[in-house]
């Protein structure tokens, strides 16, 4: 049973571009939620996708946006990096009728914006 | 908004010792779910243990336990007989209890086992 796979593992951008990141959930998964993690720091929530819309939103800019596809993958888009933008990002999948709470994570994608 | 608190940036433990880790959170829910998740270096992160706000009774995974104290909104994670294996980041994390699968989460403590 495959768990939560993301890719790329590794990237480099300079400042302005844009950047797809790409998550597959875990078998039987249909909610598919983003974290940023910056260096030495705790996970943030930026959104979360159920049934290819967005559920909720943390406090991120208008830069970070996502889409969720039918078959519960999903990408994360982020258009203007800045320096800033650097940090480990996290997918996570869970069931969205489950009630154990408990979230699944991939090893994430780590984004270097020089 | 929840605020999750762990106020130890880095523990250090000899190898077959305990280790506690603190936490602390605000909320003005009564009913949320508390977890310990593991990062260890370059890896993903895991969960340890789980808390339901409602059950009384504090959790426990083999050498994992936790201290749940409500009132005092205080969640601590033990590590009994550590093992060089259990190096790694710890984070302690709330969710509401819908559960929304939305974590808010601490800082972060590093735990270093010594041989």
């Known amino acids: 049973d495959a768990g939560v796979t993301q890719s790329p593992t590794h990237l480099i951008k300079t400042r302005g571009q844009q950047v797809t990141l790409r998550c597959s959930p875990k078998?039987?998964?249909?909610?598919v939620s983003w974290y940023q993690q910056a260096l030495g720091q705790g996970p943030q929530f930026i959104f979360q996708?159920?049934?290819?819309?967005?559920?909720q939103r943390g406090n991120f800019p208008d830069r970070f946006s996502g889409h969720q596809f039918p078959n519960y993958s999903s990408e994360l888009n982020v258009n203007a990096l800045l320096l800033g933008d650097s940090a480990l990002y996290l997918c996570?999948?869970?069931?969205?009728?489950?009630?154990?709470?408990?979230?699944?994570f991939g090893e994430g994608s780590r984004l270097t914006v020089l | 908004a929840q605020t999750v608190t762990q106020s130890q940036p880095e523990m250090s433990v000899q190898e077959a010792e305990t280790v506690t880790l603190s936490c602390t959170y605000d909320?003005?829910?009564?009913?949320?779910?508390l977890f310990w998740y593991k990062q260890p270096p370059s890896r993903q992160m895991i969960l340890v243990i789980r808390?339901?706000?409602?059950?009384?009774q504090n959790a426990t995974e083999n050498r994992f336990s936790v201290n749940f104290q409500k009132a005092a909104k205080s969640f601590s994670l033990k590590i009994s007989d550590s093992q060089l294996g259990d190096t790694a980041m710890y984070f302690c994390?709330?969710?509401?209890?819908?559960?929304?699968?939305?974590?808010?989460f601490g800082a972060g403590t590093t735990v270093t086992v010594r041989a």
């Open positions: 808390q339901e706000a409602y059950k009384q």
């Open positions: 996708y159920y049934e290819e819309e967005e559920r």
């Open positions: 994390a709330f969710m509401t209890a819908r559960p929304d699968y939305k974590l808010s």
């Open positions: 078998s039987g998964h249909d909610t």
């Open positions: 909320t003005s829910e009564n009913n949320y779910y």
């Open positions: 996570a999948s869970s069931s969205g009728t489950g009630m154990t709470g408990e979230l699944f």
